[in-house]
């Protein structure tokens, strides 16, 4: 009940919510009750946290809430995308934990954490942009490729990295090539 009181009220004030905590100052200027928003979340991130503390324990809990959406901020950018990808790898994490806690007779709540931390470890290793793997091949490729440059066209052109001096283009008449004459 606690979960869909939550969830609705934050689905409802998304946006309220998101402005507030990116940009008090705009959210002030725009009439929201800045103080009012912040106190709401305090009160239903509060809520969570006392209702779920009786039903799993406090170590699950903050594994819960912190580790789903640092591993989702590494495999995406977008706030929405970030929130819907915290759910799933927490819904993920919780039904895998317990199922491998069933097999191997171990605690739920620690092989529940034990999960949520491998998959926040793999999201480190493996996450498209931020992920260690696409850090290394980026570095490894600004410092080894060539250098791109725009032509006229808008086209990225490669260019030898060696070659250090750069051709301006040929003035005729005062313009430069392809400029209009103004008359």
Do not use: W
């Amino acid at each position: 009940v606690v979960a869909l009181i939550v969830g609705g009220i934050l689905l409802g004030l998304l946006k309220e919510f998101t402005l507030t905590a990116f940009d008090t100052t705009m959210a002030r200027s725009a009439g929201y009750p800045v103080f009012a928003l912040d106190l709401l979340l305090l009160l239903l991130v509060s809520a969570t946290i006392v209702v779920s503390l009786q039903t799993v324990g406090n170590i699950l809990i903050l594994a819960l809430i912190v580790t789903p959406p640092a591993a989702a901020r590494l495999l995406t950018d977008r706030l929405s995308y970030m929130m819907m990808a915290s759910v799933g790898l927490a819904v993920f994490s919780g039904v895998a934990g317990l199922f491998v806690s069933y097999h191997a007779a171990t605690a739920a709540g620690a092989t529940i954490v034990l999960t949520a931390t491998g998959v926040f470890l793999v999201c480190v290793v493996l996450a498209p942009t931020h992920g260690l793997v696409a850090t290394s091949r980026a570095r490894r490729r600004g410092r080894h490729s060539c250098l791109l440059h725009q032509d006229r066209g808008g086209h990225h052109r490669r260019r030898r990295q060696g070659s250090a001096r750069v051709r301006r283009p040929e003035v005729r008449d005062g313009t430069f090539p392809g400029a209009r004459r103004v008359a």
